[in-house]
């Protein structure tokens, strides 16, 4: 049993030749003959050099597009909004914003049928509520009150609006108050 321990938890580091044994190993596990290296070096070799022509053929493209762009006066700023704009008719002609237009419409429609009917509602109530006999009571009361301060202030119980009995008032409790003329502090000093 000691063995069978010992083989995966072996602790003993590598020695040089496990090294060399693990790198001459090909993870692909098939061994390529000497012409099968040469042919995938020349063919490596030969993309190499295939993406360095790439890479010099984008490069002058990109120049040219460069120069293309400045000699019609196209600048990032104008290149940006055109691109903003674009977008923007993208987006509005996609389905998904359509749906979330009308939908927002019908909403927009059915709040403002809510609001009216809620006027219309509220209207009739209070009308209703006018024609109440409380509040009919309420009436005759404010109109009693109005009519006594009218016989107080003014002394006869004709005549006169609502206004006038209230400016009457004001006026008559306004003599009623006496004023104050407090001079200046400097001017006591003296």
Same mark, same amino acid.
């Given at each position: 049993?000691?063995?069978?321990?010992? &083989?995966?938890l072996d602790s003993d580091p590598l020695k040089?030749?496990?090294?060399?044994?693990?790198?001459?190993?090909?993870?692909?596990n098939s061994i390529m003959t000497e012409e099968e290296r040469e042919e995938a070096q020349q063919? *490596?070799?030969?993309?190499?050099?295939?993406i360095s022509t790439l890479r010099q053929v984008l490069s002058s493209?990109?120049?040219?597009?460069?120069? *293309?762009?400045?000699?019609? &006066?196209? &600048?990032?700023?104008?290149? *940006?909004?055109n691109n903003f704009?674009?977008?923007?008719?993208?987006?509005?002609?996609s389905t998904a914003y359509r749906k979330t237009s009308e939908t927002l419409s019908t909403a927009g429609q059915k709040t403002s049928a809510?609001?009216?009917? *809620?006027g219309t509602t509220i209207t009739r109530k209070f009308g209703d509520m006018r024609n109440s006999p409380s509040f009919k009571s309420f009436e005759e009361k404010?109109?009693?009150?109005?009519s006594t301060l009218k016989t107080k202030v003014g002394g006869t119980g004709a005549g006169g609006s609502f206004e006038e009995v209230l400016s009457s008032t004001a006026n008559a409790s306004s003599q009623d108050t006496p004023t104050n003329n407090?001079?200046?502090?400097s001017e006591r000093q003296c």
């Amino acid at each position: 049993m000691e063995t069978r321990q010992q &083989g995966f938890l072996d602790s003993d580091p590598l020695k040089e030749a496990d090294e060399d044994l693990v790198s001459e190993v090909n993870l692909n596990n098939s061994i390529m003959t000497e012409e099968e290296r040469e042919e995938a070096q020349q063919e *490596l070799a030969k993309l190499e050099e295939e993406i360095s022509t790439l890479r010099q053929v984008l490069s002058s493209k990109e120049k040219q597009h460069a120069e *293309l762009k400045q000699k019609l &006066g196209i &600048g990032p700023l104008s290149e *940006l909004r055109n691109n903003f704009s674009r977008g923007w008719q993208d987006m509005q002609s996609s389905t998904a914003y359509r749906k979330t237009s009308e939908t927002l419409s019908t909403a927009g429609q059915k709040t403002s049928a809510a609001f009216s009917t *809620l006027g219309t509602t509220i209207t009739r109530k209070f009308g209703d509520m006018r024609n109440s006999p409380s509040f009919k009571s309420f009436e005759e009361k404010v109109e009693n009150t109005v009519s006594t301060l009218k016989t107080k202030v003014g002394g006869t119980g004709a005549g006169g609006s609502f206004e006038e009995v209230l400016s009457s008032t004001a006026n008559a409790s306004s003599q009623d108050t006496p004023t104050n003329n407090l001079t200046d502090s400097s001017e006591r000093q003296c």
